[in-house]
């Protein structure tokens, strides 16, 4: 049995093509998933009794509960339960220009990285696609709100769990389906090497992110194990080839830690990187988690490290502020250890 919000449309075509010879059911259940919104196949009235009594054997609706939803100003954060017990986090932002679902990707990190509280927990296992999928329509039929943007940045290293977020997209972004623009679907990653040059190949023009946070290996290392096994010149040449391969542009994530990756010598390391490199810079101030290690750098220090890359015609952006109050922010979700079994 396949929970059903796992078939991407092809694979649904494949499906029904095989089962009655009829490609075009795959646009009627769509319908009735994506739009209509049905939660069981009794539901459903213009398949006949015999096909929905062979997909009620195939397939099964799955649903994920809602815990706990915490709420500040324009975010929600979501506390879900996947059918197995185990938990991850969702938060929806309030955008003047639609809203946006951060999802999680995966149960726990394995990329353990030192400032991050996602990863405090190992991986525990993949989010399905069709758990993702189920991540947006849990909370639009919660909040009765349409969720215009997707950003792959909740718990979870999404090219640590490749094929399912490959799917997830062509799931969202299908017309006849959630019609997601692959514009408004961001993934994050902290450096895959090897699937940056698989995604370079990937069919659909979705925006790539990638968490950099320092322009040296020493620094990097340090902060991030992952860097140990693709340094950054390895880093840097996959994305020169997603660049060229996709025309489009990346974005690096940088956050701000108060005295480790802030200074003026960094700032110049950092313009050094990435000159001549269609992308953008996205400063992040730290949100401060358990580990009392770090702290944010101040508002001044993002400043003056902004104005640096500014002056060196560095495209930079300091990234708005959501949810810190109630643990929203990046780098603040986790999977809660207490309902695990
Ligand atoms: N694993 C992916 C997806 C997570 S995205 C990745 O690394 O890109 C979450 C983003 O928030 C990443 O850029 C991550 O480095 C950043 N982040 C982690 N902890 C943070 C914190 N405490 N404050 C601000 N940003 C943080």
Not at 325 to 332: E, F, P, R, S, Y
Request: charged residues 25%; hydrophobic residues 35%; positive net charge.
């Amino acid at each position: 049995m396949e929970n059903i919000y796992n078939m991407t449309y092809s694979k649904l075509e494949k499906y029904f093509l095989q089962l009655e010879n009829k490609k075009y059911r795959a646009r009627q259940l769509f319908d009735w998933l994506y739009n209509k919104r049905v939660d069981s196949f009794d539901s459903i009235t213009n398949i006949k009794k015999e096909v929905l009594e062979k997909l009620k054997g195939d397939f099964y609706f799955d649903k994920l509960e809602i815990v706990k939803r915490e709420s500040d100003d324009l975010v929600y954060k979501y506390l879900l339960k996947l059918s197995d017990a185990n938990t991850i986090e969702a938060v929806l932002m309030e955008h003047d220009y639609g809203n946006s679902l951060c999802i999680s990707s995966e149960v726990g990190c394995n990329m353990a990285c030192s400032f991050c509280e996602s990863g405090k927990i190992k991986k525990i296992r993949n989010v399905t696609s069709g758990e993702m999928v189920e991540e947006i329509l849990t909370i639009e039929k919660d909040l009765k709100k349409r969720i215009s943007h997707v950003v792959i940045m909740g718990i979870g290293e999404p090219f640590d769990n490749y094929q399912n977020i490959c799917d997830f997209i062509e799931i969202v972004n299908s017309n006849f389906g959630l019609k997601l623009g692959s514009r408004h679907i961001t993934v994050s990653t902290c450096g895959i090497v090897p699937k940056i040059y698989e995604f370079a190949n990937f069919p659909y023009q979705v925006n790539l992110a990638i968490s950099l946070h320092a322009p040296n290996d020493i620094l990097r290392s340090s902060l991030m194990p992952i860097n140990k096994v693709y340094p950054l010149k390895e880093l840097m040449k996959a994305i020169v080839y997603y660049l060229e391969k996709t025309n489009r542009r990346v974005t690096f994530e940088y956050i701000m830690l108060k005295g480790i990756n802030d200074t003026k010598e960094l700032a110049l390391e950092l313009v050094n990187l990435v000159k001549n490199m269609n992308c953008y810079i996205n400063l992040i101030p730290y949100n401060e988690t358990n580990t009392l290690e770090y702290k944010r750098s101040s508002k001044e220090t993002i400043l003056k490290f902004y104005d640096i890359l500014k002056k060196n015609k560095i495209n930079v952006t300091i990234r708005k502020e959501f949810g810190n109050n109630i643990n929203a922010a990046c780098g603040q979700l986790k999977t809660i250890k207490e309902n695990l079994a």
